[in-house]
């Protein structure tokens, strides 16, 4: 059993294992459906037999913007780019793809993840996944 | 179109759409009570509506919650049983379903359903983060995805997939605007031309200023009976004959395609089942034009053309005042506005009009069927109904 099995399959374990710089998702025992975000119950099968497991952090790019207008918390940061990427492993994950001109993105480019330990001083107080080229 | 209709308007009020500098949500919504009331002089308010539901969608606004006794204390109609319904930006368009629950119940004979927001006393920044509330926190919100953000990552995929073209989601903005600047409670009473359209800054790309709807002060609302009780209040019914809602994944990332809104299309095809309507025999619609692009998908969900070709349709000008199905006659959010909370009974106000004949410049010929389709945030929820003139 991989470590971190005890925790429950919540988001918050979820960004727990960001801050260790793992991609983790449950996986259902029963059917072997990736859950991304986690949840409690298998959403195809209802089963409550969980496995964590540790995903490959690379994905293909298959939406994206650029915002220009930002709400307040991330004024400093903008224009930033954001996307939709399926990963992998098969789930798709929103996040920021940054080390990147936004003018440079294209959909289908592969992206891997990466990690920013920065823990907001605010609620939830979470680290953050990020995309970046490969 | 033999079915019973489900419930009967017998009178709206609408109250000026815009920058309502200085007045509180509470005193606009009695601005449209106080035309519904006017319109239908055989309606008592204090002995006859016996409940109310409103819309609206962030008490972090005015930091007032507790909207329902709120405007009922305000419209003198205490002590009436009232109650807040939330479902973002489809939040007037779902009390006006669950008026027509209480109807069906049999427990009311008369409601009254309706909606506000006040918008424009904060900051864009402000505005932004309370709208984006109304999409998922964890993983959306949380990675600096706005409103418009969620909407251009499906106009990029749309255009990606079907090649739909940034000229073709401007060309809803100069129609709808075209059609605000006929609609004297309109925010923005002003024609666009394509080229300032394409050429406003950027919101979030492809996303520019005019691909998205205005942030506005108003208030909505209708007051609804049983049919067979309809001709004690009014000669000019209309009837609700269809109604339809669904819900989907929170986070747009986890829905199964990103160039349409599968709320939107099972709520349709629920409505229009209920109405044994078929699409293209609706003689007017007023869609959740929140983003351009949101017209687009509309079209293709709500059956109007193929899906794809919501860029074809808008040139062929099938949508247009004189076009074969005219869509957001009232201006759309686009250019009425879009005070969240009222939009859904505003879209409703705009059909009871068209289909009463009252809706001037703007009035569709022998309009006798309508539709309304109101989404909630980036189509967690989807609530369409269709009207047919008594």
């Known amino acids: 059993m991989p470590e971190g099995n005890a925790l429950p399959f919540t988001i918050e374990s979820f960004y727990k294992f960001v801050g260790e710089r793992r991609l983790m998702a449950a996986k259902c025992v029963e059917c072997g459906t990736l859950l991304l975000p986690p949840r409690p119950t298998c959403v ?55 080390n990147i001109k936004p003018e440079e993105v294209k959909i289908d480019m592969n992206l891997k993840v990466d990690f920013d330990a920065t823990l907001s001083s605010k609620w939830p107080m979470w680290p953050r996944y990020f995309f970046r080229p490969l | 179109m033999t079915s019973k209709p489900l419930a009967t308007i017998v009178s709206g009020g609408l109250s000026k759409f815009g920058r309502l500098k200085g007045k509180y949500a509470r005193e606009i919504f009695m601005e449209a009570a106080e035309e519904a009331f006017n319109r239908c002089l055989n309606l008592d308010p204090k002995r006859d509506i016996e409940a109310l539901f409103i819309g609206l969608m962030g008490e972090s606004y005015e930091r007032q919650a507790h909207t329902g006794p709120t405007m009922v204390d305000w419209m003198n109609l205490l002590p009436l049983p009232a109650a807040r319904i939330e479902s973002a930006c489809a939040s007037s368009g779902v009390a006006l379903r669950y008026g027509i629950y209480a109807l069906l119940s049999g427990m009311h004979d008369v409601v009254m359903v309706g909606g506000a927001e006040k918008m424009t006393h904060r900051t864009t920044p402000e505005v932004t983060e309370f709208l984006a509330m109304g999409a998922d926190f964890p993983f959306e919100q949380w990675n600096g995805i706005t409103f418009p953000g969620l909407y251009a990552l499906m106009a990029t995929a749309h255009m990606h997939r079907y090649g739909t073209r940034e000229e073709q989601m401007a060309m809803v903005a100069v129609k709808n605007h075209r059609n605000g600047a006929l609609n004297p409670k309109a925010h923005m009473r002003r024609e666009v031309t394509l080229e300032q359209a394409m050429s406003s800054r950027v919101i979030a790309w492809p996303l520019k200023l005019y691909d998205c709807s205005l942030i506005s002060d108003g208030a909505s609302c209708l007051i609804l009976t049983r049919p067979e009780l309809a001709g004690k209040f009014t000669d000019t019914p209309v009837h609700i004959i269809g109604s339809g809602q669904a819900s989907d994944a929170i986070g747009i990332y986890e829905r199964s395609s990103l160039t349409n809104l599968a709320a939107s299309k099972k709520a349709g095809r629920e409505a229009y089942k209920m109405a044994g309507v078929k699409p293209r025999e609706i003689d007017l619609a007023e869609v959740h034009d929140c983003f351009t692009i949101a017209e687009i998908m509309a079209y293709e969900d709500l059956g109007l053309c193929r899906p794809g070709e919501g860029g074809s349709l808008l040139e062929e000008g099938v949508t247009t005042l004189e076009g074969e199905i005219p869509v957001n006659t009232s201006g759309g959010l686009k250019a009425k506005g879009h005070p969240v909370g009222a939009t859904g009974t505003a879209q409703a106000y705009e059909v009871y009009l068209q289909l009463t004949g009252g809706a001037g410049e703007r009035q569709v010929k022998g309009a006798e069927t309508g539709l309304t389709h109101n989404v909630g945030g980036s189509g967690a929820s989807a609530v369409v109904h269709i009207y047919r003139r008594g």
């Open chain 1, 44 to 98: 195809k099968c209802s089963s409550k037999d969980l496995r964590w497991i540790e995903l490959l952090k690379k994905g293909r790019l298959i939406t994206y913007t650029v915002i220009h207008t930002p709400p307040v918390q991330f004024q400093s940061m903008a224009p930033y780019v954001v996307g939709i990427v399926k990963l992998v492993d098969g789930p798709m994950l929103p996040g920021m793809i940054r």
